[in-house]
């Protein structure tokens, strides 16, 4: 009886304790989280692209610091592949944002799909993921290469140019270099004479992460259709660059997608985006069941906060996870047929501005830069 007494005098004092700390914000219970969810979006108009009957699939998209502080976004770039082959791509260079008309366009092989984009003060990435198998290049047998596009050298090329990869034979540093991903090598039998070794994942996701020189990567995604995302570093080693993605288990963080399709409907991840303010945007875009697209939502999450977060348990290990809010765009218009998120970015106004495939009604191009707001024309 008094070991019993005593038992549960230490269990009322430990739930004493647990009152005391979360009454101090100490301890903080994961509450469930309600998403907003946006709906009511306008999509505006902001930079055609070309027409161009061979370089049609509009891709990649980033907004470049220029000037003081943090956050000074001026410059804009924007990808256009090949659609049909996939092996080369237009990049569109714009060095003032607030004058679309200054404008240069170069040529770049090795960037796949060119649907992923990210940029820091030095340097341009392009995942070189390619859409179809049939595509792999014989150089990028796990489909993760990086491109390392160096922003220093666009201002000394012409418009129309051929960008220069680095040639590895003599050692010449050109316009971009091609990294293939590395991982830490865990075997301690070899991991002293080869710290590193090949990264095996595809990567078709990228975004610059807090800081130059580290990055968000798409690790993953769960059967529902959640997404799992891992860190990665440029790391210095032997001479070389070596982008290396981050294998342990507490770099990763799951992004819950509650979207729920309508019957027939399908879903496909596109580009993703963090804005150290803002948070992380992911996109989808949704085809109905006849095939037209003009749906997109973007899922939009606070990583490294407490919003929107708890845990989730996979094979006995607690990831972080994140309910994101719902940023939706569904065009009831009749102005698109098509009209495809591919890659976004915050520019130095705050202002939402994401590269789409846009086709009208009449099957004309309307791809292009467009920007999104809240009804009331204010930005996310």
Same mark, same amino acid.
């Given at each position: 009886?008094?070991? %019993?007494?005593?038992?549960?005098?230490?269990?009322? /004092?430990?739930?004493?304790?647990?009152?005391?700390?979360?009454?101090?914000?100490?301890?903080?219970?994961?509450?469930?989280?309600?998403? @907003?969810?946006?709906?009511?979006?306008?999509?505006?108009?902001?930079?055609?692209?070309?027409?161009?009957?061979?370089?049609?699939?509009?891709?990649?998209?980033?907004?470049?610091?220029?000037?003081?502080?943090?956050?000074?976004?001026?410059? %804009?770039?924007?990808?256009?592949?090949?659609?049909?082959?996939?092996? *080369?791509?237009?990049?569109?260079?714009?060095?003032?944002?607030?004058?679309? !008309?200054?404008?240069?366009?170069?040529?770049?092989?090795?960037?796949?799909? /060119?649907?992923? %984009?990210?940029?820091?003060?030095?340097?341009?990435?392009?995942?070189?993921?390619?859409?179809?198998?049939?595509?792999?290049?014989?150089? $990028?047998?796990?489909?993760?290469?990086?491109?390392?596009?160096?922003?220093?050298?666009?201002?000394?090329?012409? &418009?129309?140019? @051929?960008?220069?990869?680095? $040639?590895?034979?003599?050692?010449?540093?050109?316009?971009?270099?091609?990294?293939?991903? %590395?991982?830490?090598?865990?075997?301690?039998?070899?991991?002293?004479?080869?710290?590193?070794?090949?990264?095996?994942? /595809?990567? $078709?996701?990228?975004?610059?992460?807090?800081?130059?020189?580290?990055?968000?990567?798409?690790?993953?995604?769960?059967?529902?259709?959640?997404?799992?995302?891992?860190?990665?570093?440029?790391?210095?080693?032997?001479?070389?660059?070596?982008?290396?993605? !981050?294998?342990?288990?507490?770099?990763?963080?799951?992004?819950?997608?509650?979207?729920?399709? *309508?019957?027939?409907?399908?879903?496909?991840?596109?580009?993703?985006?963090?804005? &150290?303010?803002?948070?992380?945007?992911?996109?989808?875009?949704?085809?109905?069941? *006849?095939?037209?697209? $003009?749906?997109?939502?973007?899922?939009?999450?606070?990583?490294?906060?407490?919003?929107?977060?708890?845990?989730?348990?996979?094979?006995?290990?607690?990831?972080?996870?994140?309910?994101?809010?719902?940023?939706?765009?569904?065009?009831?218009?009749?102005?698109?047929?098509?009209?495809?998120?591919?890659?976004?970015?915050?520019?130095?106004?705050?202002?939402?501005?994401?590269?789409?495939?846009?086709?009208?009604? &009449?099957?004309?191009? /309307?791809?292009?830069?467009?920007?999104?707001?809240?009804?009331?024309?204010?930005?996310?």
């Amino acid at each position: 009886m008094i070991k %019993m007494k005593r038992i549960i005098r230490n269990a009322v /004092a430990w739930a004493l304790t647990v009152v005391s700390l979360l009454s101090i914000g100490l301890l903080k219970p994961f509450a469930t989280y309600t998403p @907003t969810v946006y709906t009511n979006t306008v999509l505006s108009s902001f930079s055609s692209l070309p027409s161009d009957n061979t370089y049609t699939a509009v891709g990649g998209f980033a907004i470049g610091e220029k000037g003081s502080g943090a956050n000074r976004r001026n410059s %804009m770039f924007s990808l256009v592949a090949n659609s049909s082959t996939e092996a *080369s791509s237009k990049l569109y260079y714009y060095s003032n944002i607030s004058d679309l !008309s200054i404008r240069k366009m170069f040529y770049i092989s090795y960037a796949g799909h /060119a649907n992923s %984009m990210t940029i820091d003060s030095h340097n341009i990435y392009v995942t070189g993921w390619v859409h179809e198998d049939e595509h792999l290049q014989s150089y $990028n047998p796990y489909n993760n290469i990086i491109l390392m596009i160096r922003r220093t050298k666009l201002a000394q090329k012409n &418009n129309g140019d @051929t960008l220069l990869k680095d $040639n590895l034979t003599t050692g010449v540093e050109n316009d971009f270099c091609v990294l293939h991903p %590395m991982k830490r090598n865990n075997d301690p039998a070899t991991s002293g004479s080869q710290p590193y070794v090949s990264y095996t994942k /595809a990567i $078709n996701e990228i975004t610059v992460y807090g800081s130059n020189g580290h990055f968000l990567v798409h690790y993953g995604t769960l059967e529902d259709k959640s997404r799992i995302y891992t860190t990665a570093e440029l790391i210095e080693y032997n001479g070389k660059t070596l982008f290396v993605v !981050s294998t342990k288990k507490s770099d990763r963080f799951i992004l819950k997608n509650e979207i729920s399709l *309508s019957s027939g409907e399908t879903m496909s991840p596109q580009d993703m985006y963090y804005d &150290n303010n803002k948070g992380l945007f992911q996109s989808f875009w949704i085809k109905n069941s *006849s095939g037209v697209g $003009n749906k997109n939502v973007i899922l939009w999450a606070k990583p490294g906060t407490d919003i929107g977060k708890d845990t989730q348990n996979i094979d006995g290990y607690d990831y972080t996870r994140y309910t994101p809010d719902r940023i939706v765009f569904d065009s009831l218009q009749s102005t698109y047929r098509k009209i495809e998120f591919e890659s976004l970015a915050i520019d130095l106004n705050g202002r939402m501005l994401i590269a789409c495939n846009a086709n009208y009604t &009449n099957g004309s191009s /309307a791809d292009g830069i467009f920007k999104l707001t809240k009804s009331n024309g204010s930005n996310f």
